[in-house]
């Protein structure tokens, strides 16, 4: 009596395996991560801000208009922190440059709570996709 060998297909599976912006270009996850969210949440905080437009007299049509101009700096933040998103190197640099101009334009280098809240999460976000870029550069 001869045993019949079956012969088994060797079944390949597929693994699709996603992958996002952290996974191609950064190999700590954390460095990472935390510039992206620290810039979130500050645009989140400064947003706060552009609801006082609300408060006034004027026409819902004039207080609209106030908040849209109240939002200019989170809609730059936010360009900014897409920029940043995809170039850390320029976009570290980008939000550097960016703390600057907040320092120098709503005078918080007058006090410093006001420097640690408004410039501050700034300048910390540009030095963390920096530091992020140049990690990710010595591969």
């Given at each position: 009596?001869?045993?019949?060998?079956?012969?088994?297909?060797?079944?390949?599976?597929?693994?699709?395996?996603?992958?996002?912006?952290?996974?191609?270009?950064?190999?700590?996850?954390?460095?990472?991560?935390?510039?992206?969210?620290?810039?979130?949440?500050?645009?989140?905080?400064?947003?706060?801000?552009?609801?006082?437009?609300?408060?006034?007299?004027?026409?819902?049509?004039?207080?609209?208009?106030?908040f849209i101009i109240h939002l200019v700096p989170s809609?730059?933040?936010?360009?900014?922190?897409?920029?940043?998103?995809?170039?850390?190197?320029?976009?570290?640099?980008?939000?550097?440059?960016?703390?600057?101009?907040?320092?120098?334009?709503?005078?918080?280098?007058?006090?410093?709570?006001?420097?640690?809240?408004?410039?501050?999460?700034?300048?910390?976000?540009?030095?963390?996709?920096?530091?992020?870029?140049?990690?990710?550069?010595?591969?």
């Amino acid at each position: 009596m001869k045993k019949k060998v079956s012969k088994k297909k060797s079944v390949k599976k597929r693994v699709i395996k996603t992958e996002n912006v952290c996974d191609r270009v950064c190999e700590n996850r954390v460095l990472c991560w935390v510039p992206r969210i620290l810039g979130i949440l500050f645009v989140a905080f400064i947003s706060l801000f552009a609801l006082d437009a609300f408060g006034g007299d004027g026409s819902f049509g004039e207080q609209l208009l106030g908040f849209i101009i109240h939002l200019v700096p989170s809609f730059v933040l936010v360009i900014f922190l897409v920029i940043a998103w995809k170039h850390e190197k320029v976009g570290g640099w980008l939000y550097i440059l960016l703390g600057v101009v907040f320092t120098i334009f709503f005078d918080t280098y007058e006090e410093l709570i006001t420097f640690l809240l408004i410039s501050g999460p700034v300048f910390l976000t540009g030095v963390l996709f920096l530091i992020s870029a140049m990690r990710n550069s010595k591969k």
